[in-house]
């Protein structure tokens, strides 16, 4: 997938050019090989090759619900199982996430949102407070999804906050199927981060902390 360098006009003042907020972070070791290139700024294009089918079907979710754009190229040892290449994408994602919004000036910085799916019920509230913090609330039923260990839902996100640099709160409020619950977990990270990463108009320019600084 080519995501364009193209440039987005800001809210309040149309007149004014912002970079585009795209980042390419490559990751490689003795156990993976993982590629992610995102845009901020996007209409929800995905492409996601992990080698682990859930795990593109939540990337999915991220880039559609989140309105980013998404590319995903993941090689690892999935020989012995998928914890390494699942580890690793979330790495990458973090630091990717974290490399597009660059200074942070300007974003609204908190995003919270409540997603439903049909029984399940998964509330999402984050900060990119540059203060690395998953508080995981997650109960679920079964060891896994198709082949998806559910264990590593919470070891994606802890990848993702640690790089990102973000507080990351995940509670779940209903639910009693699991692929429900985590789905719904993925529709509720993506909206509050596209809550949280869109542009302030009253604070254009400026560090979204009475700190002046994150």
């Known amino acids: 997938m080519q995501i364009s360098d193209r440039q987005i006009l800001s809210n309040e003042h149309p007149e004014q050019i912002t970079p585009a907020r795209i980042a390419t972070v490559r990751r490689t070791t003795g156990e993976t090989d993982v590629q992610v290139t995102i845009n901020l700024d996007g209409t929800g294009v995905c492409v996601s090759k992990t080698g682990i089918p859930f795990l593109d079907h939540m990337m999915h979710q991220i880039s559609s619900h989140g309105l980013i754009d998404l590319d995903v190229q993941a090689t690892g040892d999935l020989e012995i ?3 390494h290449t699942n580890e690793d994408v979330g790495i990458t994602l973090g630091q990717a996430l974290g490399k597009a919004l660059g200074d942070r000036k300007g974003i609204v910085r908190f995003g919270n949102f409540l997603a439903p799916l049909d029984e399940a019920l998964i509330q999402v509230a984050l900060d990119f407070s540059g ?12 060891q896994r999804v198709g082949t998806y260990d559910t264990q590593l839902v919470r070891e994606f996100f802890v990848a993702l906050v640690n790089h990102s640099q973000m507080t990351l709160h995940i509670r779940q409020l209903d639910g ?33 902390s009475s700190k002046g600084v994150l």
């Open 176 to 208: 009693i199927n699991s692929h429900h619950i985590i789905e719904a977990t993925f529709k509720a990270f993506a909206r509050a981060m596209r809550m949280a990463v869109e542009f302030d108009r009253r604070r254009l320019g400026s560090i979204p």
């Open 131 to 142: 203060r690395p913090h998953l508080s995981y609330g997650l109960e679920i039923p079964t």
């Open 81 to 83: 199982d998928d914890h």
